[in-house]
């Protein structure tokens, strides 16, 4: 088991240059001033979702660092983690889906890269579950501790 978690750990960090490549096509068109914005924009959307679905490869066990720590193992600020991230994928959600059957056809490509990003965040709101609850076991055991001492 533990072979299989330091695998997706390490596959996990091919959500850096997945990462830079949606950068790259989002500001192509700025630079470049090239006249395909939005397929540009959609496909480093795209790029973007599935960079944010390799993230939540990585070991939810560790945090990456005090800041996360502390929000996770507090049962009030990750469940208001959660619920702020669960109201963005469905606000990404209903803009797709109006983009995709309202919108014309550049709308109708961009649709998919903000579907791609909504999927995307749905993985992180499972990681954030884990890391939760995890963090949340950890800090009672050490407050168990402490108490016994």
Same mark, same amino acid.
């Given at each position: 088991?533990?072979?299989?978690?330091?695998?997706?750990?390490?596959?996990?960090?091919?959500?850096?240059?997945?990462?830079?490549?949606?950068?790259?096509?989002?500001?192509?068109?700025?630079?470049?001033?090239?006249?395909?914005?939005?397929?540009?924009?959609?496909?480093?959307?795209?790029? $973007?979702?599935?960079?944010?679905?390799?993230?939540?490869?990585?070991?939810?066990?560790?945090?990456?660092?005090?800041?996360?720590?502390?929000?996770?193992?507090?049962?009030?600020?990750?469940?208001?983690?959660?619920?702020?991230?669960?109201?963005?994928?469905?606000?990404?959600?209903?803009?797709? $889906?109006?983009?995709?059957?309202?919108?014309?056809?550049?709308?109708?490509?961009?649709?998919?890269?903000?579907?791609?990003?909504?999927?995307?965040?749905?993985?992180?709101?499972?990681?954030?579950?884990? $890391?939760?609850?995890?963090?949340?076991?950890?800090?009672?055991?050490?407050?168990?501790?402490?108490?016994?001492?």
């Amino acid at each position: 088991m533990k072979t299989f978690r330091i695998l997706f750990h390490r596959i996990s960090y091919l959500q850096y240059p997945l990462m830079a490549f949606a950068l790259f096509f989002i500001y192509r068109p700025i630079i470049n001033k090239s006249y395909n914005l939005l397929n540009d924009f959609n496909l480093g959307l795209v790029l $973007m979702g599935l960079a944010i679905t390799f993230s939540t490869l990585q070991d939810t066990k560790k945090t990456q660092n005090k800041l996360s720590q502390k929000v996770w193992s507090n049962k009030k600020y990750a469940s208001r983690v959660i619920v702020y991230f669960l109201i963005l994928i469905f606000v990404l959600f209903a803009l797709a $889906m109006f983009w995709q059957w309202k919108g014309d056809a550049a709308l109708h490509g961009l649709s998919w890269g903000v579907l791609s990003i909504a999927m995307g965040l749905i993985g992180v709101v499972k990681s954030g579950l884990e $890391m939760a609850e995890y963090q949340q076991r950890k800090s009672d055991q050490n407050q168990q501790t402490t108490i016994e001492l």
